[in-house]
């Protein structure tokens, strides 16, 4: 069975309209944010999200929900349990068998430094929600004391065989502020651009925010 590519949900959000201020990509937007000229708010996102007919259309198209993503990293990542060796093998292949192509041109985000197995494994999981990444890699920088370092990335579909699936949330919980799809298979990973939008200090403590860009293909 063919797989189909899901509409590109960037061109209905984009531009952008956010406290009074207009932004034409999410590039834009994402700095705005990182810079302090608007302010993150994942939630206000989020409507907006579950308002757009794109993103209804995506996160319809799956069966697939949280408890399901989480059952799946747990099997993804478990290494001694004899019992169960072939799980993950067989639960990725259901997974994939259902997922769709991700329209070329889409951005989505995530938080932190990009794991070392995504390059082999071929998994990544990542949010339509600028704001729910800044907030994420915040969140990351909370324990770190002489220097930290706020790592925000985006990462542009350029490929035509990228697949994966919108993450459906329950919408009266606080996961539904993840907004998250589930990158399953794709080509190459690369780092096109690393700039840190900001370097200060503050009470003897440095910190950094630092955006990297990759394509997916």
Do not use: C
């Amino acid at each position: 069975m063919s797989k189909l590519t899901l509409s590109l949900l960037d061109s209905s959000l984009y531009p952008q309209i956010w406290q009074q201020q207009t932004f034409s990509s999410p590039q834009d937007f994402l700095i705005a944010m990182l810079t302090g000229r608007i302010t993150p708010d994942a939630q206000t996102f989020t409507k907006q999200l579950l308002a757009n007919d794109v993103y209804i259309e995506w996160v319809n198209t799956t069966v697939f929900g949280r408890y399901l993503h989480r059952q799946f990293t747990a099997y993804s990542q478990q290494t001694e349990d004899s019992f169960n060796t072939d799980m993950p093998a067989l639960f990725r292949q259901e997974l994939t068998r259902h997922a769709q192509y991700l329209p070329q041109e889409q951005t989505l985000f995530f938080a932190g430094d990009l794991p070392k197995s995504v390059r082999q494994t071929k998994l990544l999981t990542t949010t339509v929600n600028p704001a729910t990444a800044i907030i994420n890699a915040q969140k990351m920088t909370t324990h770190q004391v002489s220097h930290s370092k706020m790592i925000v990335n985006q990462i542009t579909i350029v490929g035509r065989q990228v697949l994966g699936f919108p993450i459906r949330h329950n919408k009266r919980t606080s996961e539904r502020l993840r907004n998250e799809v589930l990158i399953m298979n794709f080509q190459d990973l690369r780092l096109v651009n690393e700039v840190t939008i900001e370097d200060t200090k503050k009470s003897n403590i440095e910190s950094s925010i630092l955006l990297r860009s990759y394509e997916l293909r």
